[in-house]
Protein backbone atom coordinates (compact mmCIF):
# COMPACT_ATOMS: atom_id res chain seq x y z
CA UNK A 1 0.00 0.00 0.00
CA UNK A 2 1.53 3.43 -0.93
CA UNK A 3 1.17 6.30 1.73
CA UNK A 4 2.08 9.78 0.62
CA UNK A 5 3.20 12.14 4.36
CA UNK A 6 4.16 15.74 4.24
CA UNK A 7 6.54 17.09 6.29
CA UNK A 8 7.86 21.27 7.33
CA UNK A 9 5.18 24.23 7.15
CA UNK A 10 4.75 26.42 9.94
CA UNK A 11 4.31 30.13 10.70
CA UNK A 12 6.41 32.69 9.15
CA UNK A 13 6.71 36.68 8.59
CA UNK A 14 6.56 38.31 5.32
CA UNK A 15 9.69 37.63 3.34
CA UNK A 16 10.65 34.56 4.80
CA UNK A 17 11.35 31.00 3.86
CA UNK A 18 9.94 27.68 4.93
CA UNK A 19 11.00 23.89 3.17
CA UNK A 20 7.92 21.59 2.37
CA UNK A 21 9.13 17.83 1.99
CA UNK A 22 6.95 15.21 0.82
CA UNK A 23 7.74 11.12 1.07
CA UNK A 24 5.84 8.53 -0.81
CA UNK A 25 6.10 5.34 0.44
CA UNK A 26 5.24 1.46 0.68
CA UNK A 27 5.75 -1.09 -2.96
CA UNK A 28 6.30 2.19 -5.42
CA UNK A 29 7.81 0.86 -9.14
CA UNK A 30 7.15 4.26 -10.44
CA UNK A 31 5.34 7.91 -10.31
CA UNK A 32 4.71 9.97 -12.94
CA UNK A 33 4.13 13.33 -11.35
CA UNK A 34 4.20 14.58 -7.68
CA UNK A 35 3.70 18.30 -6.90
CA UNK A 36 2.05 20.35 -4.20
CA UNK A 37 -1.45 22.43 -4.44
CA UNK A 38 -2.85 24.70 -1.74
CA UNK A 39 -6.27 25.30 -0.02
CA UNK A 40 -7.67 28.18 1.98
CA UNK A 41 -10.92 27.30 3.74
CA UNK A 42 -14.08 28.03 1.55
CA UNK A 43 -11.81 27.53 -1.73
CA UNK A 44 -11.02 24.73 -4.00
CA UNK A 45 -7.48 23.18 -3.94
CA UNK A 46 -5.47 24.98 -6.31
CA UNK A 47 -1.84 23.75 -7.84
CA UNK A 48 1.09 25.16 -7.04
CA UNK A 49 3.38 23.38 -8.46
CA UNK A 50 4.21 19.87 -10.04
CA UNK A 51 7.45 17.50 -11.45
CA UNK A 52 7.71 15.21 -13.68
CA UNK A 53 10.26 11.83 -13.29
CA UNK A 54 12.15 13.77 -16.23
CA UNK A 55 12.47 16.64 -13.97
CA UNK A 56 10.09 19.11 -16.48
CA UNK A 57 8.19 21.49 -13.74
CA UNK A 58 5.40 23.49 -13.52
CA UNK A 59 4.28 26.51 -11.50
CA UNK A 60 1.22 28.88 -10.63
CA UNK A 61 2.11 32.19 -12.03
CA UNK A 62 1.57 33.45 -8.40
CA UNK A 63 4.61 31.67 -7.08
CA UNK A 64 6.77 31.75 -9.97
CA UNK A 65 10.51 32.84 -9.12
CA UNK A 66 9.70 32.37 -5.48
CA UNK A 67 8.91 28.67 -5.44
CA UNK A 68 11.39 26.14 -6.68
CA UNK A 69 9.84 22.32 -6.47
CA UNK A 70 12.55 19.23 -7.01
CA UNK A 71 12.03 15.34 -6.56
CA UNK A 72 14.39 12.57 -5.76
CA UNK A 73 13.31 9.85 -7.91
CA UNK A 74 15.08 6.85 -6.17
CA UNK A 75 13.60 8.30 -2.84
CA UNK A 76 10.02 8.86 -3.50
CA UNK A 77 10.36 12.47 -2.10
CA UNK A 78 9.22 16.06 -3.75
CA UNK A 79 10.24 19.23 -2.00
CA UNK A 80 8.98 22.22 -2.54
CA UNK A 81 11.37 25.45 -1.58
CA UNK A 82 9.28 28.57 -0.52
CA UNK A 83 10.96 32.10 -0.25
CA UNK A 84 9.22 35.44 -0.54
CA UNK A 85 6.79 34.19 1.14
CA UNK A 86 3.59 36.44 1.68
CA UNK A 87 0.63 36.60 3.25
CA UNK A 88 -1.54 35.27 0.38
CA UNK A 89 0.50 32.16 -0.06
CA UNK A 90 -1.59 31.45 3.82
CA UNK A 91 -3.27 28.14 3.65
CA UNK A 92 -2.76 24.12 3.66
CA UNK A 93 0.04 22.50 1.42
CA UNK A 94 -0.97 19.09 0.09
CA UNK A 95 1.78 16.89 -1.82
CA UNK A 96 0.25 14.86 -4.22
CA UNK A 97 1.65 11.63 -6.13
CA UNK A 98 0.07 11.01 -9.63
CA UNK A 99 0.06 7.53 -12.07
CA UNK A 100 1.55 5.40 -9.68
CA UNK A 101 2.39 2.05 -10.42
CA UNK A 102 3.38 -0.13 -7.88
CA UNK A 103 5.77 -3.42 -7.61
CA UNK A 104 3.28 -5.86 -8.40
CA UNK A 105 1.45 -3.75 -11.10
CA UNK A 106 -1.33 -1.99 -9.51
CA UNK A 107 -1.96 1.56 -11.10
CA UNK A 108 -3.07 4.05 -8.04
CA UNK A 109 -4.47 7.29 -10.21
CA UNK A 110 -3.56 9.24 -6.90
CA UNK A 111 -2.80 9.97 -4.08
CA UNK A 112 -2.74 12.91 -1.24
CA UNK A 113 -0.92 13.54 1.86
CA UNK A 114 -3.21 14.89 4.98
CA UNK A 115 -1.76 18.38 4.61
CA UNK A 116 0.38 20.84 6.27
CA UNK A 117 -0.38 24.21 7.48
CA UNK A 118 1.83 27.36 6.24
CA UNK A 119 0.77 30.49 8.03
CA UNK A 120 2.35 34.05 6.79
CA UNK A 121 1.54 36.72 8.62
CA UNK A 122 2.64 40.84 7.85
Known amino acids: QVQVVESGGGSVHTGGSLRLSCAASGNIFSIAVMGWYRQVPGKQRDLVANIGSDGTTNYADSVKGRFTISRDNAKNTVVLQMNSLKPEDTAVYYC????????????????WGPGTQVTVSS
Open 96 to 111: NAAAIVTTTSEFEYEL
